[in-house]
């Protein structure tokens, strides 16, 4: 039985791989911002005979991303998902920019991850997975224009993921970014390419085959690099 975190679960692919890791008998530790409002969690929990323990997180404030960690106990946690995130203005901001959703979103998407990093790096031992939320849209490959301020936060996650794995090398901690793919989620849309489940099965495979020679690096949810 695996001790798993996971940010932004009450919705859409952290959900499902609450649920994924629930079926392999794992304890899931959800975190979330508001988990009285997250009525399928709820109730997964209450059916989970222990195994799912809901506690609010919003993982950009410093405090509650501190509470939140220290509510899930002292045990170890061997796979840290960093799902949360926002996509602020998705329309070309070249003539003009709102810098307050920048820092907006910047705080969620990079500052965000690092905070749950931190939180819960005492207790990530050798062989412990990080897993952060990327996309392919903060690649130097993507050629489409648009979603500066999106693209640029998750750019620097990834290169934030690498700043993690090398410098947890030693530690024997594996560290990577990956894209889920276009999701049928509130972010993506309904006419996107994959369901929640599809891109969270996908996802749990890649996390359970990472070794360390992969930590570094970003991949898409069905495994394959991508580069970046």
Not at 13 to 35: F, T
Not at 78 to 94: F, I, K, P
Not at 96 to 107: C, G, I, K, P, R
Not at 121 to 149: C, I, M
Request: proline content about 4%; cysteine-free; hydrophobic content about 45%.
């Amino acid at each position: 039985m695996a001790n798993v975190a996971i940010t932004g679960a009450g919705r859409g692919i952290a959900l499902e791989l609450v649920k994924l890791h629930l079926a392999k008998g794992d304890h899931v530790h959800a975190l979330l911002r508001d988990p009285d409002g997250a009525a399928e969690l709820n109730k997964l929990a209450a059916e989970s005979g222990g195994l799912v323990t809901l506690h609010a997180m919003d993982v950009a404030d410093d405090a509650s991303v501190k509470a939140g960690a220290a509510q899930t106990g002292e045990g170890a946690i061997d796979v840290l998902y960093n799902v949360a995130g926002v996509s602020g203005n998705t329309e070309t901001e070249l003539e003009s920019a709102d810098f307050a959703d920048w820092l907006e979103v910047f705080n969620t998407n990079v500052n965000g991850p690092m905070r749950v990093f931190q939180a819960f790096l005492p207790r990530l031992g050798s062989g412990a997975k990080v897993v952060s939320f990327g996309s392919q849209v903060g690649a130097s490959t993507w050629p489409y224009p648009g979603y500066e301020v999106y693209a640029a936060s998750k750019a620097a996650l990834h290169r934030l993921m690498l700043s993690i794995a090398l410098g947890t090398k030693d530690r024997g901690i594996i560290a990577i970014s990956v894209h889920p793919g276009w999701v049928q989620t509130q972010m993506g849309g309904p006419q996107a390419d994959l369901t929640p489940r599809e891109s969270a099965e996908g996802i749990a495979a890649l996390t359970s085959s990472l070794t360390p020679e992969m930590s570094g690096g970003f991949y898409k949810w069905n495994g394959e690099p991508h580069a970046w």
